[in-house]
C-alpha cells in the first residue's frame, strides 16, 4: 500500500489501477464498460418510462433494477476515474459518507428487487390466475418502495457508526470507494463486535433474497416440467434462466467478499471482485434483458419509429 498521510478530516482512495503502464490498460478495459453500463440502464428506465406496453410489474420491477444500477455506477465510478486522471484521490469526509450510505442502500434495495423479480416470476407462472391480484400495481409499487426504505434504513446505520468511530491512524482507504468494511481496518477501536452486525446484515440480504428466489424458481421448474406446450416451456425457460442470471452475477461476488473471514480477505481481491457487483454487473444487465427480450425490443422500435415520426 502506498504511504498517505492526511492531516484533515478527509480520507485518501488508494484506487483500483496502480499509476504505472499496466494501470493505464486496466483502465482503458474498464471505462468503456462503465460507460456502456451508463448508457444501457439509463436506456432501460426511459424505455420502460416511455413504452406502456411495458407499464407492467415485470418491467417496473426491471425499471427499479436499472434505475439502481444507474446510481451504482454513478456514485463510485466517476470518483475513481477522476482520481485517476488527475491524480488527486482524496474525498471529503461528507462525500465519504455520501458514497457509503449510496453504496450500501443500493447493494441491499437491489437484493431485494432481484427477490421481488422471482416472486412476480413465480406467481406469473405457477398461479397465473391470481396473478392480477398478487402482483397488483398497489402490490408491486409497495415492493418498490419497501425495497428502497429497508436498504436505506440497513445504510443509514452502518454509514453513521463508520462515520462516528474514531480514526486515528492513516486515513487512505485501499479501495476505489468508501466500503466500510475497508475504512473499518483504519480504526483506532476495536471494532468487532460492529463488524459481527456487519456480517449478519450482509447475511440477511443475501441469505433471505437468496431462499425466496430458490423456492420460487423451484417451484417454476416442476410447474414448467408439467406443461405441454413446448412454446411455454421455451419462454419459461428463457426468461428464468435470463433472471438467474443476473442474480448470479450479482450476488456470488457479494457472499464471496463480505461473507469470508476477516484474516481471509485481502484489498487487491476485494477490489476486483467489486468491479463485477459494482461496473460489469450493471452492464450485463441491460444486454441480458434486453437482446433475450422479444418485448423489449419490440418497445425499442417503437419507441424508436415514435422519436423518427416526431422528428419529421
Request: net charge positive; proline share 5%; with cysteine.
Amino acid at each position: 500500500m502506498e504511504n498517505y498521510t492526511q492531516p484533515s478530516t478527509d480520507f485518501v482512495l488508494l484506487g483500483l489501477f496502480p499509476l504505472s503502464r499496466a494501470g493505464l490498460v486496466f483502465f482503458t478495459l474498464t471505462f468503456p464498460v462503465f460507460l456502456m453500463a451508463l448508457a444501457g440502464n439509463l436506456c432501460m428506465v426511459l424505455l420502460i418510462l416511455l413504452d406502456a406496453h411495458l407499464h407492467t410489474p415485470m418491467y417496473l420491477l426491471l425499471s427499479q433494477l436499472s434505475l439502481m444500477d444507474l446510481i451504482y455506477v454513478s456514485t463510485t465510478v466517476p470518483k475513481m476515474v477522476a482520481g485517476f486522471l488527475t491524480g488527486s484521490k482524496s474525498i471529503s469526509f461528507i462525500g465519504c459518507g455520501f458514497q457509503s450510505f449510496f453504496f450500501l442502500t443500493l447493494a441491499g434495495a437491489e437484493a431485494l428487487i432481484l427477490m421481488s423479480m422471482a416472486y412476480d416470476r413465480y406467481v406469473a407462472i405457477c398461479l397465473p390466475l391470481h396473478y392480477p391480484i398478487r402482483m397488483s400495481r398497489r402490490v408491486c409499487v409497495l415492493m418498490i418502495l419497501g425495497s428502497w426504505a429497508i436498504g436505506a434504513v440497513n445504510s443509514c446505520a452502518h454509514t453513521v457508526y463508520a462515520l462516528h468511530i474514531p480514526y486515528c491512524r492513516s486515513r487512505a482507504i485501499d479501495h476505489f470507494f468508501c466500503d466500510v468494511p475497508a475504512m473499518l481496518t483504519l480504526a483506532c477501536m476495536d471494532t468487532s463486535v460492529y463488524e459481527y452486525t456487519v456480517f449478519l446484515s450482509t447475511t440477511f440480504f443475501l441469505l433471505f433474497p437468496s431462499i425466496v428466489i430458490a423456492f420460487s424458481y423451484g417451484k417454476i421448474l416442476l410447474t414448467v416440467c408439467c406443461m405441454r406446450s413446448r412454446e411455454g416451456r421455451k419462454k419459461a425457460y428463457a426468461t428464468c434462466g435470463t433472471h438467474l442470471t443476473v442474480v448470479t452475477f450479482y450476488m456470488a461476488p457479494f457472499a464471496y467478499t463480505y461473507l469470508r473471514p476477516k484474516s481471509l480477505r485481502s484489498p487487491t481481491e476485494d477490489k476486483v471482485l467489486a468491479v463485477f457487483y459494482i461496473i460489469l454487473t450493471p452492464m450485463l444487465n441491460p444486454v441480458i434483458y434486453s437482446l433475450r427480450n422479444k418485448e423489449v425490443l419490440g418497445a425499442l422500435g417503437r419507441v424508436t419509429q415514435g422519436i423518427c415520426l416526431m422528428k419529421m
